[in-house]
């Protein structure tokens, strides 16, 4: 069974602070990894997708793959409160019929004004 | 990215009848799913939707119940047969684009009594 896990939180930091999600993966062959935020009572959408070992910034976002280590990690700085949502890390793994994603159960971020 | 609607938003419906949620993107793509999300918790897939085949079914859901058309590269309808409140819950449409991307709809909020 290919899994991704998070932590569900939830995690809280105040305003200004740098918020770190981290999502580990069972599979090794797994290649693409996205970050989706859910505000409550609304459908995901993608913030960042990361394909190689490494770092990926966009704006406040940062987005850090080790492949090796099978973790996923979305940095946030200078979280706002608008930043309060859940995180759905999500990996694409290989499946019967072609690739599959996989997503996690979601962390859940609360940013104090 | 893609702009996605499904219809309809919410409804309340009665066990043993039959729902059917549409699902309309504004550009062709190949590849659509269908979710599913209780309360609280992360996404289910249901089954993958392409055009011009038979729907892909996840583990445990089954066509009888769930239904699936795809009849263009534009829209997919999902049919909640027989309902029960068990199906309480909310209906995710996704569609797959670049480098495997999902983008999803607003979602239909089902409940049955």
């Known amino acids: 069974q290919k899994e991704v896990e998070q932590n569900s939180g939830p995690l809280s930091v105040p305003e200004g602070a740098i918020a770190s999600l981290n999502c580990t993966y069972s599979?090794?062959?797994?290649?693409?990894f996205f970050w989706y935020r859910q505000y409550s009572g609304k459908s995901p959408e993608l913030i960042m997708s990361?394909?190689?070992?490494g770092d990926k910034e966009d704006g406040r976002f940062t987005a850090q793959l080790n492949k090796a280590s099978q973790y996923v990690s979305l940095l946030i700085r200078d979280s706002q409160p608008s930043d309060s949502a859940t995180y759905l890390c999500a990996g694409l793994s290989r499946s019967s019929g072609g690739f599959k994603t996989i997503f996690g159960a979601g962390t859940r971020l609360f940013v104090k004004a | 990215s893609a702009v996605i609607s499904q219809k309809p938003s919410r409804d309340i419906c009665q066990r043993g009848t039959s729902l059917t949620i549409q699902c309309q993107v504004d550009?062709?793509?190949?590849?659509m799913f269908w979710y599913r999300q209780q309360p609280g918790q992360s996404l289910t897939l249901i089954a993958t939707?392409?055009?011009?085949?038979?729907?892909?079914?996840e583990s445990g859901f089954v066509i009888d119940k769930f239904p699936i058309s795809r009849p263009n590269l534009t829209f997919s309808t999902l049919t909640v047969s027989n309902m029960s409140p068990e199906d309480s819950s909310i209906y995710l449409c996704s569609v797959e684009l670049n480098d495997y991307e999902q983008y999803f709809g607003p979602g239909t909020r089902l409940t049955v009594t």
């Open positions: 550009s062709q793509v190949t590849m």
């Open positions: 599979d090794r062959g797994s290649q693409s």
């Open positions: 939707a392409n055009q011009g085949s038979e729907a892909t079914y």
């Open positions: 990361i394909y190689s070992n």
